[in-house]
Structure formats: structure tokens, C-alpha cells
């Protein structure tokens, strides 16, 4: 209990210059407290204000090549894969080599699979096996690569981990391959191009890079087709591609 003033009731000068005193108090407690509010109001304002500045300046710095770009899509029409990549190519909208990106509204959350694209996506997938030096970096905090492959002689030493390589997905599971007695295969497997893809968590959405723009028409619709057959068309609801910087294109799958 916080500690407490007595009051000397009876002598009435002493009560009302106590009454005074505590008024005080009080008055002087409320205008603290609404000067903090107001303090508290006013970073806030600064914040939304910093914010809504650095949004206003981002759309701006975009806009013009972003609103020309998004002119040239119907947004009303349904593309063939053809059509639709051969659009993306038209649009200029980045100095650097865009990843060419597909994303699906499935019909459930859950689905996930391997799927090996026929031409490389440009991406460099980073594949270790579990020896005693990955043990000693996952024990300092170092993850260096993309995915893990052990051999089931491993797995004991490598439960510790999984709290960390879990939620990132980089647990090696038999289910998915990773656990092998030959894991020296499963690296040149997942080295050749071998996707894993899954829905996302809690969504029943998928996102996937198939390919850099500057890879031929031919290839990135080969690997776009290929990874449609391996979701499957019955579970794809909704479906367009897109490069890191265009607007979306809606695809044409049936």
C-alpha cells in the first residue's frame, strides 16, 4: 500500500489548508496527465505523418513506369501463358534481371509437393549435408544455406535444432527427401532444380519464382506449365504471373 497522509480533522484551519493542498495535488496530477496525452497524441501525428510522407514518396518515385506498364494489361482479360509473358517482356520496369513469379488462390491449405522444372530458374539454391562443421555454425546461429540434407545417422544430434530449422522450414524430413542414406544424391537432385512448394501456413495461397525475365519465352513457360501440372488445375482457383516489379496478369488456365 502506497503511504498514507493522516488529517487532523477538528482544528479547521489546519483541515482546510489540507483540503487546499490535496486540490492542488490533484489539479497538478490531471495537467501532468494531460500533458503527457497530448504528447503522446502529437508522436503519433508525427508518425502517421512520417509514414503517410515516405508511402506518398515511394508511389511517386514508381508511378509513372508502374501506371504506363499497368495500362498495357486488360485487367478484364485472361491471359495465355504466351501472352502473358510475351507482356511482361514489353514492360520496363527495373535495371536489374526481375524473377518471373506465379501465384495461385488454391481451392485448400496443405497441399505441397517437389517439382523438378525442366530449365534453371536462375536461382542459386544453397544445399549443405549435416556434418560436425554445419552442427558447430548452427550452434554459433549460422545458417548458410537453402536446404539441408542428413544422413538418418545425424538426426539425433540435429533434434536440438529443430525449434530453429522448423518454422523455416529447413528440417531435414524424410517425407521430403532430405533425411538419406545417400545424401550426396538428394544434394545433386536439389543442385539440378528440384522445388519444394507449399501453400502458405495459414492461406490457401502459393507463390512461386519460375524463372528470371531474361530467360527465354520458351523456357519460362515450359516451367510455368510444369509447375501448374504439379499443383494440379483442379486446385487452382485463381492464377497470375507477374515479374518483382510489374502489376499482375491474369492467367488462362483452362
Do not use: C
Amino acid at each position: 500500500m502506497g503511504k498514507v497522509k493522516p488529517r487532523l480533522i477538528g482544528d479547521t484551519e489546519i483541515e482546510e489548508k489540507q483540503k487546499k493542498e490535496q486540490k492542488a495535488k490533484s489539479m497538478e496530477k490531471k495537467m501532468l496527465k494531460s500533458a503527457s496525452a497530448k504528447a503522446t497524441a502529437d508522436e503519433e501525428k508525427k508518425v502517421v505523418k512520417k509514414v503517410r510522407s515516405a508511402s506518398a514518396k515511394a508511389s511517386a518515385t514508381r508511378s509513372k513506369k508502374y501506371t504506363e506498364a499497368k495500362n498495357m494489361v486488360d485487367k478484364n482479360k485472361f491471359y495465355s501463358l504466351n501472352e502473358a509473358i510475351e507482356l511482361l517482356k514489353k514492360m520496363k520496369l527495373a535495371k536489374f534481371d526481375q524473377s518471373v513469379e506465379l501465384h495461385f488462390v488454391v481451392d485448400e491449405t496443405g497441399l505441397k509437393g517437389e517439382v523438378e522444372l525442366p530449365f534453371s530458374t536462375g536461382k542459386i539454391v544453397r544445399v549443405k549435408i549435416v556434418d560436425d562443421s554445419v552442427l558447430m555454425d548452427l550452434e554459433k546461429g549460422k545458417i548458410e544455406f537453402d536446404v539441408l540434407v542428413t544422413h538418418p545417422s545425424f538426426m539425433p544430434r540435429l533434434a536440438k535444432f529443430a525449434k530453429v530449422l522448423g518454422p523455416k522450414g529447413l528440417m531435414p524430413n524424410p517425407k521430403a527427401g532430405t533425411v538419406s542414406t545417400k545424401p550426396e544424391d538428394v544434394v545433386k537432385k536439389f543442385e539440378k532444380g528440384m522445388l519444394r512448394w507449399k501453400t502458405e501456413a495459414k492461406f490457401p495461397l502459393i507463390h512461386q519464382m519460375i524463372g528470371k525475365i531474361s530467360a527465354e519465352e520458351k523456357n519460362l513457360i515450359a516451367n510455368a506449365e510444369k509447375f501448374i501440372n504439379a499443383v494440379g488445375k483442379a486446385h487452382i482457383k485463381n492464377a497470375v504471373i507477374k515479374t518483382t516489379m510489374s502489376p499482375s496478369v491474369k492467367l488462362q488456365l483452362n
